[in-house]
Structure formats: structure tokens, C-alpha cells
């Protein structure tokens, strides 16, 4: 389904689920990129292979993959990974990215939103982010929303460039973000229109 809000800068842009044909939107949106922001993604996303194979392989059952488009161009990517089994059976992990131009207008915050509700409708109860500790406008965001830092771990995982960072996970029940992410909504001047 697609969902058209409006940013803090009037603009209005369309989250949607990702789709196969999105392809070439999804490897030019990771290529423009600033080095520095993909620096710390998990996969190096100007391999055009892997963004292809990323693209193709959507099943919704494991990952569920909205972007957020402006004049046919993707400006933001979020997925829900649903672990789906065991003791992660209703624990879902967060991953969000803003293209530059759209950080700060409330359009993580929007693209997050979204994400939480398709995790509501599958029966999630727990929230999961990791990122590096670099990563502090990402953790900001988070915080914003009611995630709290839980853990720590020292040069765990290697970024793009090679160099050992530590990794922070973060964690929110569900039912702790609806407040939360309305109080960070309310300050962002959003609207969503359906």
C-alpha cells in the first residue's frame, strides 16, 4: 500500500514496498550515498550485484522492504528483518537510510513509522536496531523514538573501510514506540495522507 506524506519542507513523497523493478532507483539511491554513510552499511551497496540480488529476492515473509520515492527517485530505504522462528519469533530488526538532502525533515521518523506498523500486523512484539557507534544521528532518531542502548560491543564489526568499530544494539518493545514516535512526529509538522 502506498502512503504519500508531506516533510518538514512541504515536499511529499510516497513510501511504498520495494519492488523488483526498483532495481535501478535502489543501486543509484545507495551509489549517491555520501562515502561516509555507506561507510557503515553491512555490505558494500555499489556492488551491483548485490544490490540486484537484494532487489529480487524480496520475500516478505523474512524481509519486508519499503523506500520512499520522489519523482520516481528513491530518497530512503527501510526494511523489517523478521526472524520468524524460535526465540526471535516475534523479534524484528530496524534498518533505515536517508539519501542526504531528506535527513532531518522527519522522513526516517515517517519511513520508521510505517515499518511499525507492518511489524504490528505480523505479531511483533520487540524491536531490534545495531549500528555502529559512529552512527550517532541514526542512534538520535532511535532514541527519539523510545529505543534504549542495550548493549555495547567493543570493535565487533569491521566498517567498508576495514576499521574495527564497536557495535551498539539498541532495543524497543512495540507497544513503547506508539507514544513515543507521536510526540516525534508532532515536532516534525507531519502528514500522512492515505
Request: hydrophobic residues 45%; proline residues 4%; neutral net charge.
Amino acid at each position: 500500500m502506498d502512503t504519500k506524506v508531506t516533510l518538514k519542507d512541504g515536499r511529499t513523497v510516497v513510501i511504498r514496498p520495494m519492488r523488483p523493478d526498483d532495481f535501478e532507483r535502489s543501486f543509484d539511491f545507495f551509489c549517491s550515498l555520501p562515502a561516509d554513510d555507506r561507510k557503515y552499511l553491512r555490505v558494500d551497496v555499489t556492488q551491483r550485484d548485490l544490490v540486484e540480488r537484494r532487489t529480487a529476492n524480496i520475500d516478505p515473509r523474512r524481509v519486508i522492504r519499503l523506500v520512499a520515492v520522489l519523482e520516481d527517485a528513491i530518497v530512503a530505504d527501510g526494511a523489517l528483518e523478521l526472524e520468524g522462528h524460535g526465540w526471535g519469533e516475534n523479534v524484528a530488526e530496524i534498518r533505515l537510510m536517508v539519501a542526504e538532502p531528506f535527513q532531518r525533515l522527519g522522513l526516517g521518523t515517517l519511513l520508521a513509522r510505517e515499518l511499525f506498523f507492518l511489524a504490528a500486523d505480523r505479531k511483533v512484539d520487540r524491536i531490534v536496531a545495531r549500528m555502529m557507534a559512529p552512527q550517532v544521528g541514526v542512534r538520535r532518531m532511535l532514541n527519539r523514538l523510545g529505543f534504549k542502548e542495550e548493549f555495547l560491543i567493543p570493535e565487533q564489526v569491521r566498517d567498508q573501510a576495514g576499521t574495527w568499530q564497536d557495535l551498539i544494539i539498541m532495543r524497543c518493545p512495540l507497544a513503547n514506540l506508539w507514544g513515543e514516535m507521536e510526540l516525534a512526529l508532532e515536532s516534525t509538522d507531519w502528514r500522512r495522507h492515505r
